[in-house]
């Protein structure tokens, strides 16, 4: 879990470093700040932060951010990675949800 939460800080760091589009960023950075918060949810279960979130999960994110922040690559790159955040953001908070 610890893991998990030093690679969205990393994350954060790779963004606030690159030079995408200010509005890009902030789109960004909201979404791994939920997953920040949801990552501290007491009630998440061990197989969502094995599995779907596992740490090979958040690797690959964090290599995403690098390639993306590292190119600067606009368009697909972008959506994909925000799609991917969106995706992980549904199984951390897929109990909150549940219930609505």
């Known amino acids: 879990m610890d893991q998990q939460y030093c690679i969205i800080n990393q994350c954060l760091q790779l963004l606030k470093q690159s030079d995408l589009p200010t509005i890009k960023k902030l789109r960004v ?12 949810n007491d009630r998440l279960t061990n197989d969502m932060v094995t599995g779907a979130c596992g740490e090979d999960v958040f690797e690959g994110l964090l290599n995403q951010m690098r390639r993306i922040c590292g190119e600067g690559s606009q368009g697909d790159a972008l959506t994909d990675l925000m799609e991917r955040i969106g995706g992980m953001l549904t199984v951390l908070g897929g109990e909150q949800h549940a219930h609505h």
Do not use: T
């Open 29 to 40: 950075e909201i979404q791994l700040i939920q997953m920040k918060r949801l990552l501290l």
